[in-house]
């Protein structure tokens, strides 16, 4: 089913909330609520510099990527023991499968947490657990991908990987976040071609405020199969065809992109403009705790400022399994409960 009837715009965001999904880029840090935050931080007994939940989230009013970065390295400060990494994904993975979330590809920051003497085991086994809990007791398929900070040095992310080898069956792959510009994905060729030979999959956050040719590297150095963010991508024709001709995935955050000030509204963001050009662009939260947004606020409130429709729904819902690690039997499941939702909706 590539083509589907068209639902009545009253009928969109029903049909929008209720069709499964995956969600392809969330950082696990990114959906410590501040409520969390402050339950975590009583529980390990940490003094924090807010007095309390609404002064912590009046903070975050967000100029660009490091104004953001900055408070969200010092949220999660407050995670110190293995059931503090479990009850932030289990909150997660429950908020995700309230949105019809059916697969999750969660991004985790090691080094915020290594850095302070929380160690890798800690950190990896609590998020691993509450992944095979959701899958049990909500049904909701997880997998774990770790991410080297791109602020730090190559050196860094080596000794991260090797600290994670271990562990290496519990995570699918590795990607690249932080602050982007200036940290040009070269900078980890060697660290990514080291963890291709390992066969993990790779992503890497590029154009999201940095240029095209970031994008450009992350596909021809770091051999990526998916773009985190990419939105830059439309100021290069060429990158545009090469992205669609490859069928490489971009996992777009709309309001992470407006709260960031990527895009002055909603209404001008360009995912619109992706889908129609033929790119597989996906829809996704990024840090939802900060940006006001979990999967169905995200999709509800793009739609509405941009005038996507039915078609459009389909399209990114289908994206988003087509792009996701899942083995094929999964995402053939996955399909095949998309095609029935929409069946429903005549
Ligand atoms: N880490 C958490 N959220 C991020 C984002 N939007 N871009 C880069 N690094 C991040
Ligand atoms: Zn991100």
């Known amino acids: 089913m590539n083509s589907v009837r068209p639902v009545s715009p009253d009928r969109l965001p029903e049909l929008l909330r209720a069709m499964p999904k995956a969600e392809l880029h969330i950082h696990i840090e990114g959906s410590l609520e501040p409520e969390l935050i402050f339950a975590l931080a009583k529980r390990n007994g940490m003094a924090l510099p807010y007095a309390n939940v609404e002064k912590l989230r009046e903070a975050y009013a967000f100029t660009n990527l490091q104004s953001f970065l900055d408070i969200y390295y010092a949220g999660a400060s407050v995670l110190i023991t293995e059931q503090d990494f479990y009850d932030m994904t289990r909150a997660y993975?429950?908020?995700?499968?309230?949105?019809?979330?059916?697969?999750?590809?969660?991004?985790?920051?090691?080094?915020?947490?290594?850095?302070r003497g929380v160690s890798m085991e800690t950190v990896i086994k609590g998020l691993h657990r509450a992944c095979v809990d959701a899958q049990a007791e909500l049904g909701i398929s997880a997998a774990l991908i770790l991410c080297f900070l791109r602020h730090l040095s190559e050196e860094e992310a080596f000794e991260t990987l090797e600290q994670a080898l271990p562990w290496r069956d519990l995570i699918i792959g590795v990607g690249l976040d932080s602050g982007e510009v200036g940290n040009p994905p070269e900078k980890f060729a060697r660290v990514f071609a080291r963890c291709r030979e390992l066969g993990l999959h790779l992503v890497a956050h590029a154009g999201e405020e940095g240029p095209p040719a970031y994008i450009w590297t992350a596909l021809d150095l770091l051999k990526v199969e998916r773009i985190d963010h990419g939105v830059q991508s439309a100021k290069d024709p060429a990158l545009m065809q090469r992205l669609a001709k490859d069928r490489i995935a971009l996992t777009v955050c709309p309001l992470s992109n407006l709260k960031l000030c990527v895009f002055p509204d909603l209404a001008r963001h360009n995912l619109r403009q992706l889908l129609d050009a033929g790119l597989a662009a996906t829809v996704n939260s990024d840090d939802p705790a900060y940006f006001g947004g979990y999967m169905n606020d995200n999709f509800t409130q793009t739609f509405a400022a941009t005038g996507m429709d039915a078609q459009h729904a389909w399209t990114l819902a289908r994206n988003s399994f087509e792009a996701s690690f899942a083995n094929a039997a999964t995402r053939r499941g996955h399909m095949e409960r998309l095609t029935a939702c929409f069946e429903t909706f005549r």
């Open 93 to 115: 993975l429950e908020r995700a499968a309230q949105d019809n979330v059916i697969h999750a590809e969660i991004f985790f920051d090691p080094q915020t947490h290594t850095a």
